[in-house]
């Protein structure tokens, strides 16, 4: 079986803000509280290009924003129109597939003025939730409800952005402490792990940090157990100039970005448009030419590509796939911090 992990270097994280609201379930766009939450997320992810969340009456579809997810006009009631015009409130309909939250809903209904654009639509319950692009689940929510004395006001008047600080060195700690969840005193023991001083900028050594504990080691983890019962030949995508198909462009290279491998394998739709170089497209046929044989032969060597070795928790060997073509690794445990990591989560956690 192949395992994979992007590996994130070179990308940068910049501090966002969530503002939310208890309609979208607490999960990151690859990570839910369970399993099957899981793999729903990523597999409609894959289908529509653009984070998905899951929410209590069904999956939404966002947009990234930058650093930021943004989740647009999400009904948390029933529209309050016909026989349920000033009744009580009920709860929103179920739906199926996912559902379209790119852009803001319909405004209740008001005159243009400085405060709202002008509407006549009284379906007009909906909320707008913001989240980091990375980082835990079971985030503090922070809920604002617009005014306009309940005759003027729309919500896409607000951007949550400002509320909170840029990484920077002087708040690296307490960035560390928010963005991954942890005690100040372990934000501590990470901020020394990875210096500042190491890296070009300190949203770059905190997305180091996180793109290590939320992704690389655990994927490790999970090649080490999977080999001890089926045979596992482990790859890290490296391409850091991968074209990054489903974000804007930010000023910064986004480096071998999570999914950005899917690309060589697939033909994808994608909202940004991209073109593998001649090197990336001799690494893609690499990569065709090792999945089909896995599927058709069960294993991935042969001669016309660079020999695979399978994963095994003695050498941890695996292939780094890197234009133009793909070479053997060693070190990504070691790379990656990951004996930091599992030393942290065995250890008891004092505040």
């Known amino acids: 079986m192949p395992a994979n992990r992007t590996s994130g270097r070179g990308s940068a994280r910049i501090a966002a803000i969530i503002l939310a609201a208890g309609a979208l379930a607490a999960c990151s766009t690859t990570a839910a509280s369970s399993g099957g939450a899981t793999e729903t997320v990523v597999a409609a992810q894959a289908a529509h290009g653009g984070p998905v969340a899951v929410t209590g009456t069904g999956l939404v579809q966002g947009k990234a924003a930058g650093a930021t997810d943004e989740f647009l006009g999400i009904p948390y009631a029933a529209p309050p129109t016909g026989s349920l015009r000033?009744?009580?409130?009920?709860?929103?309909?179920?739906?199926?597939?996912?559902?379209?939250?790119?852009?803001?809903?319909?405004?209740?209904?008001?005159?243009?003025?400085?405060?709202?654009?002008?509407?006549?639509?009284?379906?007009?319950?909906?909320?707008?939730?913001?989240?980091?692009?990375?980082?835990?689940?079971?985030?503090?929510?922070?809920?604002?409800?617009?005014?306009?004395?309940?005759?003027?006001?729309?919500?896409?008047?607000?951007?949550?952005?400002?509320?909170?600080?840029?990484?920077?060195?002087?708040?690296?700690?307490?960035?560390?402490?928010?963005?991954?969840?942890?005690?100040?005193?372990?934000?501590?023991?990470?901020?020394?792990?990875?210096?500042?001083?190491?890296?070009?900028?300190?949203?770059?050594?905190?997305?180091?940090?996180?793109?290590?504990?939320?992704?690389?080691?655990?994927?490790?983890?999970?090649?080490?157990?999977?080999?001890?019962?089926?045979?596992?030949?482990a790859y890290e995508f490296n391409d850091e100039n991968a074209p990054e198909r489903f974000l804007p462009p930010l000023g910064f290279p986004y480096g071998a970005a999570h999914a950005s491998e899917i690309q060589y394998l697939f033909g994808i739709a994608a909202a940004i448009p991209g073109a593998l170089t001649a090197d990336q497209q001799k690494l893609a046929a690499a990569m065709r030419t090792y999945w089909t044989d896995i599927a058709l032969l069960g294993t991935p060597n042969l001669p016309v590509v660079p020999f695979w070795p399978a994963f095994s928790a003695a050498t941890q060997q695996m292939i780094s796939l890197v234009p133009p073509q793909p070479q053997t690794e060693r070190g990504f445990a070691a790379a990656h911090h990951c004996a930091f990591w599992a030393s942290l989560s065995a250890a008891p956690v004092h505040n």
Not at 126 to 144: D, I, T
């Open 86 to 233: 000033w009744a009580p409130p009920q709860p929103a309909a179920h739906w199926s597939g996912t559902r379209d939250a790119t852009s803001f809903a319909p405004h209740c209904p008001q005159s243009a003025s400085p405060f709202g654009q002008a509407s006549t639509s009284e379906d007009c319950l909906f909320l707008n939730v913001f989240r980091p692009a990375h980082g835990p689940p079971n985030r503090p929510v922070m809920v604002w409800i617009h005014g306009g004395a309940l005759v003027t006001g729309e919500s896409n008047d607000y951007d949550p952005a400002n509320l909170v600080p840029p990484v920077t060195a002087a708040n690296y700690v307490t960035s560390i402490s928010n963005e991954l969840g942890l005690p100040a005193t372990v934000a501590q023991q990470v901020a020394s792990e990875y210096p500042v001083s190491s890296f070009p900028s300190a949203p770059e050594a905190m997305g180091a940090a996180g793109t290590d504990a939320v992704f690389a080691c655990p994927a490790l983890a999970v090649d080490l157990d999977a080999s001890k019962f089926v045979p596992v030949h």
